[in-house]
Structure formats: structure tokens, C-alpha cells
């Protein structure tokens, strides 16, 4: 296939993507009212009083005394990112799954197709993030907003992978929203509490959950001046694997008809 | 050749043997749930069959009975993606494209949504897709679902024309009455293909 004719494609699914969410007025809604109603509830019914939180820097920890409605305010945001990353990336990977393995028989590349989905994805969810840093810079000091926001995109890359990781993996809707609720509430929505987490009687487990190390450079730059590199490469690693096995998952899910392609022979 | 395909203990199919030649129309005949689609699902690839070989040295256009049309494109939406597509490094016939829209009365429904079309319109934009890339192999299940007459005898026109360009085509179907217009006829009884 040359190269404008891959471009022409990849570009194609990657506006028909943005349409598909653009076209779903209930996820819209969603994306607008969730994270309002979530922060909306903290602001008004956090405390003033101050809680003792641990942070995660690599082989230290840095300990430190916020109030409750700041450490909400920004862990509410990170846990809603994650929800609603991979509740986005469920529609785009699960919905019509069918459409998009016919267009692989069609000639339709997998990895063009999962580089334009999650490209749609990001852009979308990048709004999300950038709106949620801002809203949140408006309520709460940030030390580093740009940080936290790397942050935030770092929550939605991983929860967006595993978001389409289950789409495509699953043959039914429900069964998939039900073990996207289960993680991203049992990990970002519960376990990744900073005030949990900074009195938890073992924190082994939740270090290797993924929303912990994006967690953690969302707090870190939050609330203190200092760089957090182990947060940031443990985050990295986390994003770099689960986008890796969703790649894997697409190849995997298109599979049987890429060798009709053009000449077929097995047995 | 020889194509054989169980689930757990029932056998769906018990050693088939088809062939498809250029310039031919073959029919598959058999009652439901005998196992066409599941065969021509095997014979394209997106079923893998328990044993047997399938060898196809061409390019294949496909239109399955399952309506798998993306629900919020509208048909340009979905034409304009099918067209960026090369089927084994075949670029799409726009002028071919253009005729078989006027010839299926497509034109006023290129900006609907698919998810607002009638079954008949459906099943004709199904059938462009696979015929989009002039693939010198169509294999159609149930491909005049939902035509009225009119179309129906358009539809048939249409793969007279394709035939005589070279084409070969596999369908299945239930209309047996129209055994005149096929080269060859096979009936799946039992997992078995009967001539």
C-alpha cells in the first residue's frame, strides 16, 4: 500500500473516530458533568483540617500535612480521569468492532487502525485533562500545572489502553464496563487515595497498580516544588506496556481475516 | 478441499469441497443453520476450520449477511473509507464506484446515516462495498435481502455485467427458483456439499 494512500486511510479513521465521540451525546454529557459533579461534591463537602499524607519519591518518601478538600479535590480529579478514559476508549475499541475487522479484510492495517483510534482518543481526553488542570488551578494551589497535567495524561493513556484492551477482548458491552468500573474503582477510584494510601498497613500491592505512579506525579506536582523522576518513569514504563498490549490485542482480535487479503492458503 | 469444522461434538462441516472459477456464478443452496455462512466464513478467513486446506488465488470482495455497517457514519462516510482502502494493493475504480450508485439508487442516501436506512438500502450499500475494488472473486451471502423487484432484477443485471468483465461469483441464497441463472448449484446437507 504506498504511503499517501496509508496517510489518506489513517487520516480518514482518525476524523471518523472524532465524529463517533462527537455523535455520542450521552459520553459527552458525561465528559462535562462527571468531573464537575465529582469536584463540585469535594468542594463542598471537604473540611479545612489537615491530614498527614505520604508521597512517593523513589527510595524516599516525602511526608506532608494539606488540608482534606485540597488532597480531594486533586485525587477525585486523577480517579475520574482514569474512569472515564477507559469508558471512552471501551466505545471507540468495542463498538462496531465488526466494521473495523471487515475494513482489516477490506485491507485495513491493525496498527494504522489502533494509532488513529487512540490518537481520536488522546485528543479528546487532552481537553479533558487540560480543562480538569485548569478548573482545578482555579479551586487549589498547583505547584506545577503543567506537571499535573502530564500527569493526568499519563492516568488517561494507561486507563485509555486498558479501557480498549477489555473493548476489544470482550464479545459484550456490560461484562466490559463491569471490569472497567472494578479496576479503575478498586485502584484509582480507592486504593490511589493518598489519605488510604499514606496509612495503608501494606502498600506492596498498591504500588503495582497502574494508576500509582501517574498518581503519584499528579500529587508530587501538585503539592510540593520538587521533580519526581521515579514517579515519572514508573508511569512511563506503565503507559509505554499497556498501549504495547493493546496493539497486541487489535493484531490479535483482526487476525483471521488479514490472510484474505489478497491470497489466502493454509491447511 | 476437504474442509471440516466442529464446535465441541456437533460437526458443522464434514469435509467440504467447492470451487470457485472466473466468469461463473456458483450457488450454495441448503436449509438454516446447515453451515453456508459458517463455510464461506471459513473460506475468507474469519473462521479457522478444524482440518482441510482453502486456497484462493485472488482478490475477494464479500458481502456477509450480518449487518455489519458501522452505525454513526453516514454512507460517504463509509464509501469515502472503504475507497482509501487497497485490497491487495488494488486502488478503488471511483468512476465503477459512481455508475454503481446511480445504478442502485444510492445518490440521495449518501449523507443519511446508516443507522436510519431501510433493510433494502442497507443490503445495497453492503453490496457496493464488496463489489467497490472489482474484485475478480465475489462471494455474497443473501445478497438481494430486502430488494424489491425492481432492484432485484437491477441486482442480477449488475452481476451479469460483472461476469462477463471476468468475475466469479459465490452466493447463497434460498431462491432456488432462480437456478437458471446460476452455473452450478451445491446444496449443504448434513456438513456435506452436494452438486
Not at chain 2, 487497497?86 to 439508487?105: E, N, S
Not at chain 2, 431501510?118 to 467497490?132: D, N
Not at chain 2, 443485471?157 to 441464497?173: K, Q
Request: proline share 4%.
Amino acid at each position: 500500500m504506498p504511503e499517501s494512500a496509508h496517510r489518506r486511510t489513517g487520516w480518514l479513521v482518525l476524523r471518523l473516530s472524532a465524529l463517533e465521540l462527537w455523535r455520542n451525546p450521552l459520553g459527552l454529557v458525561l465528559l462535562a458533568v462527571i468531573p464537575a459533579v465529582f469536584i463540585g461534591t469535594i468542594w463542598w463537602t471537604a473540611s479545612q483540617d489537615a491530614v498527614p499524607l505520604k508521597i512517593f519519591f523513589g527510595n524516599e518518601t516525602l511526608r506532608l500535612l494539606l488540608t482534606q478538600r485540597q488532597v480531594g479535590l486533586v485525587f477525585v480529579s486523577a480517579a475520574v480521569s482514569g474512569f472515564l478514559a477507559a469508558y471512552y476508549t471501551l466505545i471507540l475499541f468495542h463498538n462496531d468492532f465488526g466494521y473495523f475487522r471487515f475494513c482489516a479484510f477490506m485491507g485495513l492495517s491493525p496498527p494504522l487502525f489502533t494509532a488513529a483510534r487512540f490518537t481520536a482518543f488522546l485528543g479528546v481526553t487532552a481537553v479533558l485533562a487540560a480543562v480538569t488542570t485548569l478548573g482545578l488551578g482555579r479551586v487549589t494551589a498547583l505547584e506545577h500545572p503543567l506537571t499535573v497535567f502530564a500527569g493526568f495524561l499519563l492516568i488517561i493513556v494507561i486507563y485509555g489502553a486498558y479501557g480498549g484492551i477489555v473493548g476489544i477482548l470482550s464479545r459484550s458491552f456490560m461484562p466490559a464496563l463491569l471490569w472497567i468500573v472494578l479496576l479503575a474503582q478498586l485502584d484509582a477510584g480507592w486504593l490511589q487515595n493518598p489519605v488510604y494510601y499514606s496509612a495503608a498497613q501494606d502498600s506492596r500491592v498498591i504500588h503495582w497498580l497502574p494508576a500509582f505512579y501517574p498518581c503519584q506525579v499528579v500529587f508530587s506536582a501538585a503539592f510540593t516544588s520538587r521533580d519526581n523522576g521515579a514517579a515519572l518513569g514508573g508511569a512511563l514504563v506503565w503507559a509505554v506496556a499497556t498501549v504495547a498490549v493493546l496493539i497486541a490485542a487489535v493484531q490479535w482480535r483482526m487476525r483471521g481475516p488479514l490472510n484474505a487479503g489478497g491470497r489466502l492458503d493454509w491447511g | 478441499m476437504d474442509l471440516r469444522l466442529s464446535y465441541g461434538r456437533h460437526c458443522v462441516l464434514d469435509g467440504c469441497d467447492l470451487s470457485v472459477s472466473r466468469r461463473e456464478v456458483v450457488g450454495l443452496a441448503g436449509e438454516n443453520g446447515s453451515g453456508k455462512s459458517t463455510l464461506v466464513k471459513c473460506l475468507l478467513g474469519f473462521l479457522r476450520p478444524s482440518a482441510g486446506r482453502v486456497h484462493c488465488d485472488a482478490r475477494v470482495g464479500y458481502c456477509p449477511q450480518e449487518n455489519y455497517l458501522h452505525r454513526s457514519y453516514t454512507v460517504a462516510e463509509h464509501l469515502d473509507l472503504v475507497g482509501s482502502l487497497r485490497r491487495g494493493g488494488q486502488p478503488i475504480d471511483a468512476g465503477f464506484v459512481g455508475q454503481c450508485v446511480a445504478t442502485l439508487k444510492l445518490e440521495r442516501y449518501l449523507g443519511y446515516p446508516i443507522r436510519k436506512l431501510s433493510g433494502g438500502t442497507y443490503q445495497k450499500v453492503k453490496l457496493l462495498t464488496a463489489i467497490a475494488h472489482r474484485p475478480p472473486l465475489l462471494v455474497l451471502d443473501e445478497p438481494t435481502d430486502g430488494f424489491d423487484w425492481t432492484m432485484y432484477l437491477v441486482f442480477w443485471d449488475l452481476m451479469a455485467e460483472l461476469v462477463r468483465s471476468g468475475t466469479g461469483v459465490l452466493m447463497i441464497s434460498h431462491l432456488l427458483h432462480d437456478r437458471d441463472r446460476f452455473d452450478r448449484i451445491y446444496e449443504l446437507r448434513e456438513g456435506r456439499l452436494h452438486a
